[in-house]
């Protein structure tokens, strides 16, 4: 059936160390990616996409990788900051269509 | 300011009431989309549109209407038909198949 759905429902990290946020997807129709950030109270932010002819995608201070084989996602932030923490979402959309899909979510919250 | 437009923040309603929920946007973008959140949930799919005139329901459409009369503009119509209305409603633009999706602040419905 559909579903984008992550390992982790909350991430704890230390200021300055780097965070792996992951998700898993069960169709291999999928074909592009999406990370989001979502603050509390508010609507969700991009952070970075990927489409699934790539493997891997930089942006500032992030990563994702995306390992089609075992259809995998993740989102690395390196040297996390406390500006970092919010939920997480991956999203996903397949066969070219309009249709976003997106995961359950995961908290990331930085100890100072 | 380009960006979209939710309206209001916050909306109480008397059980049986239908209410409309605004969404509009200075994008220029095709596609607009109506999700769901519950809290300390993901965001599901309530609508959405490719196109003027066109809309496919999501994961979630019972009790739920829309229209796309106009390019700027996505109406949601949440109806004395949804069993459990009360939720953080999110509208979302993205301009093409396969980009990014931009949310608006969301609107926090209370049905009492």
């Known amino acids: 059936g559909e579903s984008v759905g992550l390992h982790l429902p909350t991430l704890s990290v230390q200021e300055g160390d780097n965070s792996i946020i992951n998700c898993a997807y069960s169709?291999?129709?999928?074909?592009?990616f999406i990370w989001y950030k979502q603050e509390s109270g508010k609507g969700p932010q991009f952070i970075i996409d990927?489409?699934?002819?790539?493997d891997k995608r930089q942006g500032q201070r992030v990563t994702v990788l995306l390992n089609k084989t075992v259809k995998h996602l993740s989102l690395q932030i390196a040297a996390t900051q406390p500006g970092d923490s919010a939920v997480y979402f991956c999203?996903?959309?397949?066969?070219?269509?309009?249709?976003?899909?997106f995961g359950s979510g995961t908290r990331l919250l930085v100890r100072p | 300011d380009g960006g979209i437009t939710q309206s209001p923040k916050y909306l109480f309603r008397k059980e049986g009431q239908n209410v409309t929920l605004s969404c509009e946007q200075n994008?220029?973008?095709?596609?607009m989309y109506w999700y769901r959140q519950d809290p300390g949930q993901g965001l599901r799919l309530i609508y959405y549109?490719?196109?003027?005139?066109?809309?496919q329901k999501g994961d979630i459409a019972e009790g739920y209407s829309v229209s796309r009369e106009k390019k700027e503009s996505f109406p949601l119509t949440v109806t004395s038909a949804q069993k459990n209305p009360t939720a953080f409603y999110l509208c979302?633009?993205?301009?093409?198949?396969?980009?990014?999706?931009?949310f608006g602040q969301g609107t926090r419905l209370t049905v009492v």
């Open positions: 549109s490719q196109i003027v005139n066109d809309f």
């Open positions: 999203a996903e959309t397949r066969d070219s269509s309009y249709k976003l899909i």
């Open positions: 169709n291999s129709a999928s074909d592009y």
């Open positions: 990927i489409r699934s002819n790539m």
């Open positions: 994008l220029n973008h095709d596609a």
């Open positions: 979302a633009s993205s301009a093409d198949v396969n980009t990014e999706a931009f």
